[in-house]
């Protein structure tokens, strides 16, 4: 969503955000088929959440040998450093535009302002695996407690948030024109109903039976 708000308008959203989509999936798939064979092999907790990556994974580099070890665990980390940088730029990017162009802040201030704002919390959340593991927040450390804090309450009430917007407050011509660029994509605007409706009905069901679940879990 953050992507798209800057894209040309000769861009086919619908295009970009299948794609996107599509893209996701399968590197999950990918990262699933290769981390859980490792994971049940060593007779590790399958559910362990993101302790997955820093408590479990190093445990099953630590099999490999001594030189594939190190290299895999060094190759793997620096993939996940590069991984959070991205998302971060998306994800800063809101609150940033937010103080440029509705509080007038500078964009360098912003930038630095959001920076040590979650450059703190990231560091309170590591700090959960070592000096403050003993600090829980109902019943979870503090990492697992902002993990499912975001994931299953922020991001589903995030993207519910949207459809409603999109297919109730938004004029239903200004939906058809930025998904069809004003009718200039042909495909979408054949389709368009077909969107229109999962956005507006399917969409938002969706999305609050998995709130829900999320909530009872």
Request: one cysteine or more.
């Amino acid at each position: 969503m953050t992507y798209s708000s800057y894209v040309s308008r000769d861009e086919n959203i619908l295009v970009f955000s299948n794609g996107t989509a599509l893209a996701d999936l399968a590197f999950a798939m990918i990262s699933g088929f290769a981390i859980m064979p490792a994971v049940f092999s060593a007779g590790i907790e399958p559910g362990s959440g993101p302790g997955l990556i820093f408590e479990t994974l190093p445990y099953i580099f630590s099999k490999m040998g001594t030189f594939m070890s190190g290299l895999t665990a060094i190759l793997f980390f620096i993939t996940i450093i590069v991984a959070a940088l991205s998302s971060a730029v998306s994800m800063m990017e809101v609150a940033v535009a937010y103080l440029v162009e509705e509080k007038h802040v500078t964009r360098v201030k912003a930038t630095v302002g959001i920076f040590i704002f979650c450059f703190l919390l990231g560091s309170i959340c590591s700090l959960s695996f070592g000096p403050l593991s003993n600090v829980k927040l109902l019943g979870n450390s503090i990492f697992s407690f902002c993990d499912k804090l975001c994931s299953n309450f922020l991001m589903t009430l995030g993207a519910l948030l949207f459809c409603i917007f999109v297919g109730w407050k938004m004029k239903k011509s200004e939906v058809g024109d930025e998904l069809t660029n004003g009718g200039r994509f042909k495909t979408n605007a054949c389709l368009f109903p077909a969107i229109y409706s999962i956005i507006r009905y399917l969409a938002p069901i969706t999305i609050a039976f998995i709130f829900l679940t999320g909530i009872i879990a």
